[in-house]
């Protein structure tokens, strides 16, 4: 799926969805922020730049929210950061500058915009964040495409530690495999939790078991979202009922077949 | 009892505020922007605090099912601080979010002529942006504050009808009520406003335009006295549809001018109530 099909079945789906009304406002910005681009306009990159400085259609981008619906903001979002052309340093100020919702359409438009890892700050600092929005939206395939190694594993644990369900870690299945130091990570997590008399979140057993460098990929490819690895591959989980015995966190991958860090690009 | 709190500084409050709230009715929040105790130093404080308003607050709120917008501007008492009147220039780039509701805490702390310049200057942006604004009286000389509120709202390019005017009390009640105004009363455990005056000044002007709210921050306040007015007023006859109004239907239609008002809670992404409020996260 390229990026252009991407966007323009985005737009196709919102004309089919909006009202009349906001699929007006959503034609007139996409041709304000065309407009912008083709100008080639560079504003001031300041926090506290003037109000003047700021492009017109980077302010439909804060509206876009009530003009089309929560809902519907992120497509809507997306599809002005494209007609935009939006680079790096467009994604980063529209972030500085964005309320949750804002930044979360900025992090889920990366794949689409930025070809390279220079993005990689944004998503560095949703992950210092303890939004679930965020932090979700931060994981997406361009981390999996550009997170370094340690960053990425902790990203995974953060999801576990904050309840975001590790479906919305773009890659999983392919970025956990054989990778003993991440295996390792969660096995002491696991430790951790059962000596304090706590549950062990399911989705820590689905990840260690993508760990292993036998497991299968689930036919999981740089999509977003979806079930990650077959659950046959899942290990026995007994319930970790009490202070009593480590979990035994199953199948470790074997620490001297992985080439750990440097596998990962 | 559903109890939506106008005026609420939930940036200083505990998540078992926010618990104890939901308990007694409360579903929605307006936190203005204000002080913070301890004065800023630049605009960068601002915009982080602003941030924050449109940020990590609506996310704890949702986390506790309580839907949460805010006012935004520079406050009266750091309009006097020429290290902190920059951030005027910044309110624009704020003034366009989805949630945001009016302009303020504008108004006046110790009528300046710099208080003057912001307070004119913030009823523009408001008129400009097409929001309400929440006007906050002065704790001292609060007569002659709110006098001088009035000229500069007749002033303005910003309808009357669309400024809350609030902190008002027995001496000020008047004259905002015939001004036009929407009227804000702030219920304090000691100080402003109490629950058995707050149902006097009902029973004496009537529930129109009428707010209550807890203005609850990190002084001592306390976050439930709205839930306590609306006791007080069944208690003294009112009606459960007066109740309603004041704590419900009047604060809607006043930040729902702004035309931003959402007041579905959309929980968030998160599985695990509560959870990255924990510190396990962090």
């Known amino acids: 799926m390229t990026e252009r099909s991407t966007v323009a079945d985005l737009r196709s789906h919102l004309d089919a969805v909006l009202g009349g009304a906001a699929r007006a406002w959503l034609d007139q910005a996409t041709d304000e922020a065309t407009t912008y681009a083709a100008a080639g306009q560079t504003p001031g990159p300041a926090r506290t730049s003037a109000p003047a400085a700021t492009p017109v259609w980077e302010l439909r981008f804060a509206e876009a929210g009530r003009r089309c619906g929560p809902d519907h903001a992120d497509a809507a979002r997306l599809v002005l950061l494209h007609a935009a052309r939006a680079d790096t340093d467009a994604l980063t100020r529209l972030y500085e500058h964005g309320t949750a919702t804002e930044r979360r359409a ?160 | 009892m559903r109890i939506f709190d106008p005026h609420i500084h939930m940036t200083s409050r505990t998540t078992d505020d926010y618990e104890a709230m939901y308990e007694a009715g409360v579903r929605a929040v307006v936190e203005p922007a204000f002080w913070l105790g301890q004065p800023r130093t630049s605009p960068a404080s601002f915009v982080d605090y602003f941030d924050s308003l449109l940020g990590w607050e609506p996310f704890r709120a949702a986390q506790y099912g309580i839907a949460h917008h805010c006012t935004i501007a520079l406050n009266p008492k750091e309009a006097n601080d020429p290290r902190c009147t920059p951030v005027l220039d910044v309110l624009p780039r704020y003034l366009v979010k989805d949630n945001v509701v009016a302009v303020g805490e504008i108004g006046y702390d110790s009528m300046t002529p710099a208080e003057d310049t912001a307070l004119a200057a913030q009823l523009q942006l408001a008129a400009d942006h097409e929001l309400p604004a929440l006007v906050h009286t002065p704790h001292r000389d609060k007569l002659a504050g709110l006098r001088r509120t009035l000229d500069i709202v007749a002033e303005s390019e910003l309808s009357v009808e669309r400024v809350l005017i609030d902190h008002l009390n027995e001496t000020t009640v008047k004259e905002a009520k015939d001004a036009g105004c929407w009227l804000g009363f702030s219920v304090y455990p000691d100080t402003k406003m109490d629950e058995d005056r707050m149902v006097a000044i009902l029973r004496a002007h009537g529930p129109e335009k009428v707010l209550v709210n807890s203005a609850a921050d990190w002084g001592k306040s306390d976050p439930l006295k709205t839930r306590k007015v609306g006791d007080a007023m069944l208690h003294a006859g009112f009606s459960d549809d007066d109740v309603d109004r004041v704590l419900w239907r009047n604060p809607v239609a006043f930040y729902g001018l702004s035309g931003r008002l959402a007041l579905d809670v959309t929980d968030t992404d998160a599985t695990h109530e509560g959870n990255s409020i924990l510190r396990g996260g962090a």
Do not use: I
């Open chain 1, 106 to 265: 900025v992090l889920r438009s990366l794949p689409h915009l930025v070809p390279g890892p220079d993005a990689l700050p944004l998503v560095e600092d949703a992950l210092r964040t303890n939004d679930t929005r965020l932090v979700a939206a931060a994981v997406g395939p361009y981390a999996a495409a550009h997170l370094a190694p340690q960053d990425w594993r902790h990203a995974v644990l953060k999801c576990l530690f904050t309840g975001v369900p590790v479906d919305a870690v773009a890659g999983l299945a392919d970025r956990s495999r054989a990778d003993a130091e991440l295996a390792r990570m969660l096995g002491d997590y696991a430790e951790e939790r059962t000596a304090a008399g706590r549950a062990v979140p399911d989705d820590l057993y689905r990840v260690l078991a993508l760990t292993d460098p036998s497991a299968v990929n689930g036919g999981e490819a740089p999509a977003p979202t979806g079930p990650e690895g077959p659950a046959a591959a899942r290990p026995d989980r007994s319930a970790p009922t009490g202070p009593a015995g480590p979990a035994a966190p199953a199948p470790f991958a074997a620490p001297s077949t992985s080439t750990g860090e440097e596998q990962e690009s």
